[in-house]
């Protein structure tokens, strides 16, 4: 591999700290050191010598400091290749070569995160900053690149074993790394100005695509042990992981279907919910956390083995002593007292995640094809405002409440689906079936495995009955509550079905597809 002794820097960056290892061994290495305002001031105080960018370019710092480095004697001495005509050229101009450029950019997105000033925005867009890593990238062959802080450690390391020589290989990696970085970073300048076309009245929806991804997280494998995978994201940003081995793929496919599930019961009563395979296997709201988790996993206890399992309120002492004698992959939940998290801790494996929040992105994106399918996520919640009444009787008010409930668990399973609810407790799903009459004979058949007398429960369905076939199976169950999109052009047929059996039928006009 073809070796590269690192000379002369150029270090310009937003946050100073976390320089002196780097500078350290630098300096160690006798390399000639150039930087820029702040973090020139920076590097002398910590005791180094470092020549201005000034003295080669001839220009001040200007416009507010929007031009500092945008100069031919600095770019020029970046992208050079180590190669006769381009040295010579150097030598004409009296241009210094750069070996090695350290950049940390302004902070776009902590910005916008505690900012809705534009023009404050604006003003952390990072142009300089941008430039310097694209061509120190592009000239990997001859120039190291260091994009970040947080990448600080690699180069020093690098520095080290190399006694101030660099790879290509290494060069190579660090360039990858770099245009990572700037491509992660112009699709958070993209994503913020998407959101501000789309509120533009007349916006074009095409111009409002935007996907981000950071770090690039290697998983132990994907799916299947024969896949490989990686997470490109902010972890962080979701939940807080308090115990338990590294987070699988099929974890967090599980994890983010969880935490969508319990977003449409965040501020009700105690509600828990168990997950295998992205579908909830029990759901179910009490008075009580112990009380709903019982619950929820008397609908199949059998699916809950090795499950994933979400709480919207804090997880108490009680409910971790129950929780503790299933074997479960992931606990969920927004806080763990001091007494569960010893008890919940004893499963050395077992993934303890305290939840910052349940809300959801509002864009999706799946990989179709060789590109991209970009939606918007399935946000609409079903109230009394949403509902018409279809048949000659009208639900109750218990009935109205269990209906909502199986409607936000229909949401949440995979088409084509049924949900039998009854006291705001999942009873059984049908779900992932071919047909609504299959699902709705797997939710029975299932109800009736674990139990459960269908008398007086409700049932949802994800999409309008084509016929009155599901309505007259679900009255020989003893359903007599129904919840529907409606929309079929044969819905009259399935609304005499449920008149004639006295089944209480509402439509919500809201189609729920989950593929």
């Given at each position: 591999?073809?070796?590269?002794q690192?000379?002369?820097?150029?270090?310009?960056?937003?946050?100073k700290?976390g320089?002196?290892?780097?500078?350290d061994?630098?300096s160690?290495?006798?390399?000639?050191?150039?930087?820029?305002?702040?973090?020139?001031?920076?590097?002398?105080?910590?005791?180094?010598?470092v020549i201005p960018?000034?003295?080669?370019?001839?220009?001040?710092?200007?416009?507010d400091?929007?031009v500092k480095?945008?100069?031919?004697?600095?770019?020029?001495?970046i992208?050079?290749?180590?190669?006769?005509?381009?040295?010579?050229?150097?030598?004409?101009?009296?241009?210094?070569?750069?070996?090695?450029?350290?950049?940390?950019?302004?902070?776009?997105?902590?910005?916008?995160?505690?900012?809705?000033?534009?023009?404050?925005?604006?003003?952390k867009?990072?142009?300089?900053g941008i430039?310097?890593?694209?061509?120190?990238?592009?000239?990997?062959?001859?120039?190291?690149?260091?994009?970040n802080?947080?990448?600080?450690?690699?180069?020093?390391k690098?520095?080290?074993?190399?006694?101030?020589?660099?790879s290509?290989?290494?060069r190579?990696q660090?360039?990858?790394?770099?245009?990572?970085?700037?491509?992660?970073?112009?699709?958070?300048?993209q994503q913020?100005?998407a959101?501000?076309?789309?509120?533009?009245?007349?916006?074009?929806?095409?111009?409002?695509f935007?996907?981000?991804?950071s770090?690039?997280?290697?998983?132990?494998?994907?799916?299947?042990?024969?896949?490989?995978?990686?997470f490109?994201?902010s972890?962080?940003?979701?939940?807080?992981?308090?115990?338990?081995?590294a987070i699988?793929y099929?974890?967090?496919?599980d994890?983010?279907?969880?935490?969508?599930?319990?977003?449409?019961?965040?501020?009700s009563?105690?509600?828990?919910?168990?997950?295998?395979?992205?579908?909830?296997?029990?759901?179910a709201?009490?008075?009580?956390?112990?009380?709903?988790?019982h619950?929820?996993?008397?609908?199949?206890n059998?699916?809950?083995?090795?499950?994933?399992?979400?709480f919207?309120?804090?997880?108490?002492k009680?409910?971790?002593?129950e929780?503790?004698?299933?074997?479960?992959?992931?606990?969920?939940?927004?806080?763990?007292d001091?007494?569960?998290?010893?008890?919940?801790k004893?499963?050395?494996?077992?993934?303890?995640?305290?939840?910052?929040?349940?809300?959801?992105?509002?864009?999706?994106?799946?990989?179709?094809?060789?590109?991209?399918?970009?939606?918007?996520?399935?946000?609409?919640?079903?109230?009394?405002?949403?509902?018409?009444?279809?048949t000659?009787?009208a639900?109750?008010?218990?009935?109205?409440?269990?209906?909502?409930?199986?409607?936000?668990?229909?949401?949440?399973?995979k088409?084509?689906?049924?949900?039998?609810?009854?006291?705001?407790?999942?009873?059984?799903?049908?779900?992932?079936?071919?047909s609504?009459v299959d699902?709705?004979?797997?939710?029975?058949?299932?109800?009736?495995?674990?139990?459960?007398?269908?008398?007086?429960?409700?049932?949802?369905?994800?999409?309008?009955?084509?016929?009155?076939?599901?309505?007259?199976?679900?009255?020989?169950?003893?359903?007599?509550?129904?919840?529907?999109?409606?929309?079929?052009i044969?819905?009259?047929?399935?609304?005499?079905?449920a008149?004639?059996?006295?089944?209480?039928?509402?439509?919500?006009g809201?189609?729920?597809?989950?593929?």
């Open positions: 591999m073809q070796h590269r690192i000379k002369s820097a150029l270090i310009s960056v937003y946050h700290d320089l002196e290892p780097l500078l061994i630098l160690a290495n006798e390399v000639t050191i150039y930087s820029t305002g702040g973090t020139q001031a920076h590097i002398e105080k910590l005791g180094h010598q960018v000034e003295t080669i370019t001839g220009y001040p710092s200007i416009l400091g929007r480095t945008l100069h031919p004697a600095v770019f020029g001495g992208l050079a290749r180590r190669e006769p005509d381009h040295l010579a050229q150097l030598a004409e101009h009296k241009l210094p070569e750069i070996d090695l450029v350290v950049v940390d950019l302004y902070p776009f997105e902590e910005t916008v995160a505690n900012s809705t000033v534009e023009s404050t925005i604006i003003e867009i990072d142009i300089g430039s310097l890593i694209r061509a120190a990238a592009k000239n990997y062959q001859d120039v190291a690149i260091v994009p802080r947080d990448q600080y450690d690699i180069l020093v690098m520095l080290k074993e190399g006694k101030g020589a660099l290509l290989g290494q190579r660090l360039a990858l790394r770099a245009f990572q970085e700037s491509a992660h970073y112009d699709a958070s300048i913020y100005f959101q501000l076309v789309a509120a533009d009245t007349d916006s074009d929806p095409s111009l409002t935007s996907a981000k991804a770090g690039g997280q290697v998983l132990r494998y994907g799916e299947n042990p024969h896949q490989k995978g990686t490109y994201g972890l962080e940003d979701n939940f807080e992981q308090l115990h338990g081995k699988s099929n974890n967090l496919v994890i983010d279907a969880a935490l969508g599930l319990m977003s449409e019961f965040e501020h009563h105690p509600t828990v919910a168990i997950l295998k395979h992205t579908n909830a296997c029990g759901v709201t009490r008075a009580t956390m112990v009380d709903a988790w619950a929820a996993l008397a609908a199949d059998v699916s809950a083995f090795g499950g994933i399992l979400v919207n309120k804090p997880m108490d009680a409910t971790a002593e929780v503790h004698k299933l074997f479960c992959e992931v606990v969920l939940a927004p806080g763990f001091e007494d569960a998290l010893k008890i919940l004893k499963k050395k494996n077992r993934v303890l995640l305290n939840v910052k929040h349940f809300n959801r992105d509002t864009k999706q994106f799946k990989s179709m094809l060789g590109g991209v399918l970009e939606q918007d996520v399935d946000l609409k919640q079903v109230g009394t405002g949403d509902i018409e009444v279809m000659t009787k639900p109750t008010v218990a009935q109205l409440d269990d209906l909502y409930f199986a409607n936000a668990c229909a949401k949440h399973l088409s084509n689906t049924i949900a039998l609810v009854r006291n705001r407790q999942l009873l059984a799903m049908g779900c992932g079936q071919t609504r699902a709705l004979k797997q939710a029975i058949d299932k109800a009736g495995r674990f139990g459960f007398d269908l008398k007086g429960a409700v049932m949802a369905s994800d999409a309008f009955f084509p016929f009155p076939d599901c309505i007259e199976i679900a009255s020989e169950a003893g359903i007599n509550a129904v919840i529907q999109p409606g929309g079929s044969k819905d009259d047929l399935s609304i005499e079905a008149n004639k059996a006295g089944i209480a039928m509402v439509k919500t809201t189609r729920h597809f989950k593929h």
